[in-house]
């Protein structure tokens, strides 16, 4: 209980750049197949925030401040990034992953977008 606790007040303080950084360390840590893709440039990410290839997932991540964000805007960032992938990735994948904080869905009474 109380690592849970401290794991959701770790995920409360995680902004969309912090959100990123540490998805994929514990991917990495988790999965040592697993492979983040940064930004380069005026490419930036394509959609992907990394990639598990034996798995063919390919996971985006998205973790706007709190209370910023509408469930509107989340499943369009959603399509958005879906439809980078698809544009740019479509032979790299068989799924995705649309990751974001647990917060989010106690702001959203665990709405799916």
């Known amino acids: ?10 995920m409360a ?5 912090t959100f990123e950084a ?8 988790r999965h040592p197949e697993f492979l983040d893709v940064r930004t ?3 490419l930036g990410d394509q959609g992907s925030d990394g990639f598990m290839l034996h798995e063919s997932k ?6 706007p401040p709190p209370q ?20 740019q ?3 790299q994948f068989d799924t995705f992953v649309f990751v974001r904080p647990e917060s989010l869905d106690v702001l959203f009474g665990r709405e799916r977008p």
Do not use: P
């Not at 209980?1 to 770790?10: G, T, V």
């Not at 910023?68 to 544009?87: C, G, H, N, P, Y």
């Open 1 to 10: 209980m109380y690592a849970r606790l401290k794991f959701m007040e770790l």
């Open 13 to 17: 303080e995680l902004n969309e750049s």
């Open 22 to 29: 540490f998805f994929h360390r514990l991917m990495s840590a």
């Open 40 to 42: 380069h440039g005026r």
């Open 58 to 63: 390919l996971y985006a991540c998205y973790a």
């Open 68 to 87: 910023t964000v509408s469930a509107t805007e989340i499943r369009q960032k959603i399509r958005s990034d879906l439809a980078k992938a698809l544009a």
């Open 89 to 91: 990735r479509a032979d």
